[in-house]
């Protein structure tokens, strides 16, 4: 969560443009990005195009109250990235010109005003045509008061190094075992990781 204008979209798009092959010959969007309005599908588009431009990235919107045939044309030649509304994106699929089944990210921009509008249903019936291997990422600018009124002790609860009477924050005891260790700046990093017998209980 983090408010309008912090840089959400680039959060989510730097990640998702680095990891798509532009020399593929593959036409299917490796990417959809699922916006409540045309007006926020616009903008995150843009923001998209933006920085994927000296990479290659092609990068479609798709809404109604636009011309649906340049839009057609576009997902025929190919797009790495296609940002749109739940409806436009459904209605695509479901006239077979936009084809999911190769997406490995999906995200949900404004999930909460998504939920609001009632797009639930058309969230799960996008999502259903993903791949089942795709990474799912929620992004807000705002939360609703239920959920933040029991923040700060929650975020107390879970405070590494929680304050004292007097507000100072203390340190965690180190726990004997526990060490530091510098990582490669390479994209299989996590990967091998994973595999390996001794898994890390932070990442900072």
Known sequence: MAKTGTGKTLGFGIPILEHIDVDSDDPRPRAPAVAPTRELAGRVAADLERAGKRLGIKVLTVYGGRAYEPQIEALKKGVHVVVGTPGRLIDS????????????????????????????????????????????????????????????????????????????????????????????????????????????????
């Open 93 to 204: 699929a479901q006239q077979k010109h936009l084809d999911l089944s190769a997406t490995k990210t999906v995200v949900l921009d404004e999930a909460d005003e998504m939920l609001d509008l009632g797009f639930l249903p058309d969230v799960e019936k996008i999502m259903a045509m993903t791949s089942p291997a795709r990474h799912t990422m929620l992004f807000s600018a705002t939360m609703p008061g239920a959920i933040v009124a029991p923040g700060p002790s929650l975020h107390d609860a879970a405070d590494p190094h929680p304050r004292d009477e007097r507000g100072r924050r203390g340190r965690q005891p180190h726990r004997q075992g526990d060490r530091a260790v510098r990582l490669p700046r390479t994209r299989w990093t996590r990967s091998r990781w994973s595999r390996g017998s001794c898994r890390p209980r932070a990442v900072a």
